[in-house]
């Protein structure tokens, strides 16, 4: 059956940080560093509290909490040219260019909206080859005289792109960017940025986990024709790791018993993938290799505290293989992670997740990665359990 049309729309208004760049990262990279000077330690609480503000705002609350024996304008001044060395490192998020392309090539007008200056914009969208070309207007914060909640800059995005409010779709990854895009009389889709917070988003028209979950066709645009057998294939990505013990309701509550990764030492690439279930093959250093579907995230039913990664190796062992190393080649997307109403849903889903990454990986697409130097040739230093990936870096150059 068809979904529903929520509304129909002619152009899309995209915000930036957070919604199609991981800033959030580079941002906390080098907050880190800034506060050790001032013997304070960035522990990311105050990241709710920057999500969508403009740059001063962003110091002022900065300043505030941290009790800094500096003004917003000093620090803004410090701050500023240790961040634009950085931004050459600030990735897109899974899904942004893929929307990005999906979107221009179905000739549909795009517009970036940005509390950021213009100049700041312009500078990070520089380091992604054709971004500037998919946009038919820029706004930057400073080409208005308030930023968001206020709507002035999503109106101006929709002057400039020659469109109606009401015929706007914006998507927005912070609550001040949800509130100037409702404001504005547009429709908006909320890609919420900080994590467990999707509940407060109440006046969005949707929210979804990531950009992998938008669905244009909800909204009158052309649908994604990239899904294969309900997969959404990726760019291969990796992690490895010794396995780990869990909490104890893999086999015991679940009946799938799972083999659990540290989230130690992979904070960039969590916060670099959105929580959601994915699937790919799994290499054990003395065993072979595996069909594997693995959920990363919060398990809302369980309510994690910390972003988890739980693998399921498809594959019946006869013990168990704590502390061995397990190395992980992510090949495709299969849903967002959401809550359950019983634990009997949540099990039926998950043997669903099996049952279709299962016949995926049988799809030539997929089964080529299972062959992926990665997962038999990498050396390990024992020194601290830190791989070593020089022999495997040398066989994919």
């Not at 800034?34 to 403009?54: C, H, N, P, S």
């Not at 800094?68 to 899974?94: D, M, R, S, T, W």
Request: proline share 8%; glycine share 8%.
């Amino acid at each position: 059956m068809a979904k529903p049309l929520k509304k129909l729309v002619s152009c899309v208004i995209l915000d930036l940080d957070g919604t199609l760049l991981n800033t959030d990262g580079v941002v906390s990279e080098v907050l880190k560093g800034f506060l050790a000077k001032y013997g304070k330690q960035w522990d990311g609480r105050e990241a709710q509290r920057i999500v969508g503000k403009t740059p001063l705002e962003a110091a002022a609350a900065v300043v505030e909490e941290y009790g800094l024996p500096c003004g917003k304008e000093e620090f803004l001044a410090e701050l500023h040219p240790v961040f634009y060395a950085q931004l050459c490192n600030i990735k897109p998020l899974p899904g942004a260019s893929r929307l990005l392309k999906h979107l221009s090539g179905h000739g549909v007008p795009m517009a970036l909206a940005s509390n950021s200056p213009r100049g700041s914009i312009e500078s990070k969208i520089s380091y992604h080859q054709g971004w500037k070309d998919y946009f038919s207007a820029i706004v930057g914060g400073d080409e208005v005289t308030a930023g968001k909640p206020s709507p002035e800059i999503f109106l101006e995005a929709a002057k400039r792109l020659n469109r109606e409010p009401s015929s706007c779709l914006v998507i927005e990854d912070s609550m001040p960017g949800v509130t100037a895009g409702k404001a504005a009389g547009m429709e908006v889709v909320a890609v919420p940025s900080v994590p467990k917070q999707a509940h407060l988003y109440t006046s969005a028209d949707e929210v979804i986990n990531s950009l992998l979950d938008l669905q244009p066709e909800k909204w009158g645009l052309p649908p994604f024709q990239d899904w294969i057998e309900g997969t959404l294939p990726t760019e291969p990505w990796y992690i490895s790791g010794p396995v780990i013990k869990g909490f104890g309701r893999g086999s015991k509550v679940l009946g799938i018993p799972t083999a659990n990764l540290s989230p130690k030492g992979h904070s960039s690439l969590l916060s670099e993938h959105p929580s959601g279930v994915y699937f790919g093959w799994a290499g054990l250093s003395t065993r072979g290799v595996y069909k594997m579907v693995m959920s990363i995230g919060w398990n809302p039913y369980f309510n994690n505290a910390e972003k988890t990664i739980e693998p399921w190796l498809l594959h019946e062992f006869t013990e168990d293989f704590y502390g061995e190393e397990l190395r992980l080649v992510i090949v495709g997307y299969l849903r967002p992670e959401v809550n359950f109403p019983s634990l009997e849903s949540l099990i039926a889903k998950i043997h669903e997740d099996k049952r279709i990454a299962e016949r995926a990986l049988d799809l030539p697409l997929y089964s080529k990665h299972k062959d992926d130097p990665y997962l038999s040739t990498i050396q390990y230093e024992h020194k601290g359990h830190q791989p070593l990936f020089l022999d495997w870096m040398l066989k994919r150059l």
